[in-house]
T-cell receptor, first 113, second 114 residues
């Protein structure tokens, strides 16, 4: 069975601090991995995605993530957060040959000015 | 703005009512999804349609009945719901099958069952 875990449930940072959100998955086959963001009152938006190739992927708004196959991880990073990054962040997995997208439990990020 | 449109944005219904949620996309996607999201929780998959056929049903109670009339439309028919069914219902679409990319989400329909 596929599963996604996010260990950081609530992260509080000051502006300009660096961010790393953990994501680990469980699945033995080929996966597509995603980070979605949900700003307060808004719809889920894709931050970045990994399908294959370079394990370091860059997304919108200065976010990046690194796929480490040996660790079953896909951590999200940003060198300097802004107040506008306050949102809920979801890691998600889609196994290569299915239509099923599974979400992690989410991490609530609060950034204070 | 999202390219997946959901109506209505808000719905209040009694436990004996019958109502429907609607979803439309014009991106040529042939996979469409319903997710349920409770407050401060991740979206939970309910149904997936692939090429207008139901391909995944995550053991959802029969009081939720999905329908995919064509490749652009997805409905969720609601009947005899319970207060615990109150949630944000999200529609999404994608290309189906192998290596097919991300899901695009609508803004959701917020359902309150009294």
């Amino acid at each position: 069975a596929q599963s996604v875990s996010q260990h950081n449930h609530h992260v509080i940072l000051s502006e300009a601090a660096s961010l790393e959100l953990g994501c680990n998955y469980s699945y033995g086959g080929t996966v597509n991995l995603f980070w979605y963001v949900q700003y307060p009152g808004q719809h889920l938006q894709l931050l970045l995605k990994y399908f294959s190739g370079d394990p370091l992927v860059k997304g919108i708004k200065g976010f990046e993530a690194e796929f480490i196959k040996s660790k079953f991880s896909f951590n999200l990073r940003k060198p300097s957060v802004q107040w506008s990054d306050t949102a809920e962040y979801f890691c998600a997995l889609r196994s290569y040959n299915t239509d099923k997208l599974i979400f992690g439990t989410g991490t609530r990020l609060q950034v204070f000015p | 703005d999202t390219e997946v449109t959901q109506t209505p944005k808000h719905l209040v219904m009694g436990m004996t009512n019958k109502k429907s949620l609607k979803c439309e996309q014009h991106m040529g996607h042939r996979a469409m999804y319903w997710y349920k999201q409770k407050a401060k929780k991740p979206p939970e998959l309910m149904f997936v349609y692939s090429y207008e056929k139901l391909s995944i049903n995550e053991s959802v109670p029969s009081r939720f009945s999905p329908e995919c009339p064509n490749s652009s439309l997805l409905n969720l028919h609601l009947h005899a719901l319970q207060p615990e069914d109150s949630a944000l219902y999200l529609c999404a679409s994608s290309h189906p099958g192998t290596g097919s990319g991300e899901l695009f989400f609508g803004e959701g329909s917020r359902l309150t069952v009294l």
